[in-house]
């Protein structure tokens, strides 16, 4: 059975395109995708990715993700955009404007850069954010805030709320891309470089506040164009960049009008760039995606 490694800013994936007479289905289990993903003994990744073909019209692939404790995950914005780089150098669409992809049920509409044949980076139409508290869900206080299009209705949001996690008192804003994030600001560049993410992050994830755990940005604002982040992604731990993480973040500092609408995100594994569209509501992410090697099962 073959499979692809590829990483978008150093979030990395197992990539198993699952139209092929090779393909077994029985990989399809927890105890394999975290024998795959374990960085000592398997190929090593922060989940596995399976790319799936489509029949109903709703898109041309769909993405089924799986983080690497075997957990499913709803979405990954930098597994999507190596999705779409793998169907496009492997031939299997020829489609670089509003290439269609669903994962869990939710259809994104992807722009391809191609260079030399083959694809850089690509853009994400990401949808709009979620930041009513009941379908993050966050069982924070709550306060009351417009969503971020024009004319955008009043809901009960959690944004710049106070929570307490490992014997401190943090103040942090929630939002649904599709799956439940949670963004903490921090005081300097210094202190995210030097935070304590392993002990911290799992205290934020597995929060009574949050029942369907969360996905915790951790973040430093240098500048209303530009923020640091480090992330602890819910079932894979601190990973090198998060798409979804990097439109949370975006989402919070225009929410608490800290940074303009288009702000890069500088993540561990490299930049990601998040822009919001004021009429739409909608948050567009650019980023890179790349392979890295591929092999056999």
């Known amino acids: 059975m073959q499979f692809t490694k590829m990483h978008g800013s150093g979030n990395d994936y197992i990539y198993i395109y699952t139209n092929t007479p090779d393909f077994d289905p029985k990989v399809k289990n927890e105890e394999t995708i975290r024998q795959l993903s374990d960085r000592h003994f398997g190929i090593g990744g922060d989940g596995v990715i399976f790319i799936n073909q489509v029949t109903d019209g709703s898109a041309a692939f769909e993405m089924e993700m799986y983080n690497s404790d075997g957990s499913y995950g709803e979405m990954c914005g930098n597994g999507i955009r190596c999705v779409a780089k793998y169907v496009y150098d492997k031939g299997l669409t020829d489609v670089t404007k509003g290439l269609k992809i669903k994962s869990a049920g939710s259809v994104k509409e992807l722009d391809l850069t ?93 929060h009574a506040a949050f029942p369907e755990r969360v996905n915790t940005e951790f973040v430093y604002i240098e500048d209303e164009s530009n923020v640091y982040m480090r992330v602890w992604e819910r079932g894979a731990g601190e990973t090198l960049a998060c798409g979804m993480g990097c439109c949370a973040v975006a989402t919070a500092c225009v929410l608490s009008g800290l940074t303009k609408d288009e702000v890069t995100i500088h993540a561990l594994g490299g930049d990601i760039t998040c822009r919001l569209d004021n009429k739409t509501g909608h948050i567009f992410m650019t980023g890179p995606a790349t392979t890295v090697f591929e092999g056999s099962l």
Request: negative net charge; contains cysteine; glycine residues 8%.
């Open 114 to 206: 191609v260079e030399h044949g083959v694809v850089t980076s690509v853009c994400v139409d990401m949808g709009m954010p979620e930041i009513n508290a009941s379908k993050v869900p966050c069982l924070l206080t709550t306060n009351r805030k417009e969503t971020l299009c024009e004319g955008g209705a009043k809901v009960d949001a959690c944004v710049e709320v106070e929570i307490e996690a490992a014997g401190w008192t943090w103040k942090t804003t929630a939002v649904s891309m599709g799956n439940p994030h949670t963004v903490v600001f921090l005081k300097s560049k210094n202190e995210l470089d030097h935070f304590e993410i392993e002990k911290i992050g799992p205290m934020f994830e597995h």
